[in-house]
């Protein structure tokens, strides 16, 4: 505990205590699915992550992230939106902070029909324009920007991980998109 | 103009005024899609309105129906409710007014993917449990209670008026309905 | 009526048609409310318009106009956003459409507190971020920006057209702005 | 670590470690403001409970609570509404689980204006109404219903916790309540 001392609010802990925490409290995320817009405010196009399971297989995913102690809800979008798309991509921050969606990550599959084995996540999703360059960094090996429809298509659909089409669907039916 | 003259804001026009003001103004619409809830809120029934159209041909549609002069959208909203689903449905209108979506209603295909031959139509489009008995009155042949996932089926989709199976898709997204 | 015959879907009625409409249909309007914020969204300034009555009395009010027949809300939204502030504006319009309220104006007082003795008008209000700079037009005499507790402080909040400065405050609330 | 043998998922932690986790991370909470509401949905009552809090100062509050490990969000609020409003409140959860306002509670002073000296809260609040009997319980010495004008007088106002009177605001403004 003395490694404590100097730092008591040092706002994460260490792996091993992380994981222990996952087992018992639901972890506070952000979610954010980029989008293009054209200037009537319709979305163009979608941006999706691909990326690396554990076991190698390659999903679709969000940009996505853990809301850390003492942190702002804002801060932690911004923070995960320059950290997955690069610090040019310009993300148009909404003046309300009301989500589309509160996405409910489970370790084993219910009723919401999201999974995340590693922890129960409570998501707060968003759908953020962006207007600059992006360049994927860290663990992404690709950012593929796709219109609603292919991004919605069978193929498209079954690469993404968790259940998180369904969760764009949602996305782009806040946008008025219902097909 | 001198039969106005005794009631110069009946909150109606005649059929003809109607009719030529469908041809130049957009109108204000209430919709509703009733639905059933647990008593969790997770929807478990969704109520469809079975009607014919001029035609003849049987379509799906919601409770629907033109906001009058002078009359509130809840008014309106609670006029079209009892009118459509009988005066027991129990109608549980929400404290926020703010709709899933705003739906328009263009005479010809348009970018909203909603259309309605007899006029531009501004829709607010609200999700409202119900918690009464139904009874269906006036045009309505039927109301069919259905699982989301049969109302979204292919087969029922096929059968929405006016583009609606889309906007029954955003309806129950704003449900965390995303499949 | 033989003039509409080369131009039967004009978009708009003549002065006395509308002034006719307007006591027996209510009317859609568009309303927004431009801001200015921070990187991570927050709001830092609200721009208010000043206007002259037509008893020249010196009234706030926002962006407000008519949606024409067969118009979108969003092309409505923009044309009226370039209309009050220039076309240098830059006003970003969000990929959800759903307003933060639905604003109901009615010619006498009534249980919504908005009044528009002109007409009874239901208005989709907004929150729209700016980003360009801003030049008032037409009929608007000032743009002011203000900070949120400027613009709601009890001076400024006795100067709002028809029942603004609530709306205002919903506005504000819809950013997480409460006080 | 043999004591979790048996249970590897309990759903709480010990009060130890749940103080412990409470320096290191967000917690999720949902808050309810309980609402009466007339047939049309209009908000005719705020239900505020008085609590005391551990100096013995008498404060208002809502209807509040942690999410457990493995409890969805629907599932937590209803337990918090039993628990505060007693199990014949028939609290009427919303078919769409999208917050009113995402409330972040700080443990010192912050841009949000909440605070909870006890840790980091990110609360997901929702308005709901009830329509049965409300039976205060455990810690609530009593359950007020005032009328919104009521709610929002400074004397009232000035006995919020943790700057819950701006939550309020921003939840009867979400129901069009903008004074």
Same mark, same amino acid.
């Given at each position: 505990?003395?490694?404590? =001392?100097?730092?008591?609010?040092?706002?994460? %802990?260490? @792996?091993?205590?992380?994981? @222990?925490?996952?087992?018992?409290?639901?972890?506070?995320?952000?979610?954010?699915?980029?989008?293009?817009?054209? $200037?009537?405010?319709? &979305?163009? @196009? &979608?941006?999706?992550?691909?990326?690396?399971?554990?076991?190698?297989?390659?999903?679709? =995913?969000?940009?996505?992230?853990?809301?850390?102690?003492?942190?702002?809800?804002? /801060?932690?979008?911004?923070? #995960?939106?320059?950290?997955?798309?690069?610090?040019?991509?310009?993300?148009?921050? $909404?003046? /309300?902070? &009301?989500?589309?969606?509160?996405?409910?990550?489970?370790?084993?599959?219910?009723?919401?029909?999201?999974?995340?084995?590693?922890? #129960?996540?409570?998501?707060?999703?968003? %759908?953020?324009?962006?207007?600059?360059?992006?360049?994927?960094?860290?663990?992404? %090996?690709?950012?593929?920007?796709? =219109?609603? @429809?292919? /991004?919605?298509? $069978?193929?498209?659909?079954?690469?993404?991980?968790?259940?998180?089409?369904?969760?764009?669907?949602?996305?782009? /039916?806040?946008?008025?998109?219902?097909?």
């Amino acid at each position: 505990m003395s490694v404590r =001392t100097p730092d008591p609010y040092p706002g994460w %802990l260490s @792996e091993d205590e992380l994981s @222990e925490a996952r087992q018992r409290l639901p972890m506070v995320y952000v979610e954010a699915v980029p989008v293009r817009c054209d $200037p009537l405010g319709y &979305v163009t @196009e &979608v941006g999706l992550l691909l990326q690396a399971t554990a076991e190698g297989k390659m999903v679709r =995913t969000f940009v996505s992230g853990r809301v850390m102690y003492r942190e702002t809800i804002r /801060a932690a979008l911004l923070r #995960h939106l320059e950290k997955d798309l690069g610090p040019m991509a310009l993300p148009q921050l $909404p003046p /309300a902070l &009301v989500p589309f969606a509160v996405a409910e990550y489970f370790p084993s599959p219910s009723q919401s029909g999201l999974t995340d084995e590693r922890q #129960h996540a409570v998501a707060l999703a968003y %759908l953020i324009p962006v207007t600059g360059e992006c360049d994927p960094r860290q663990d992404a %090996l690709e950012l593929s920007w796709l =219109t609603p @429809e292919e /991004a919605l298509s $069978p193929d498209i659909y079954a690469e993404f991980a968790g259940g998180r089409g369904d969760l764009l669907r949602q996305a782009l /039916a806040s946008a008025s998109w219902g097909r």
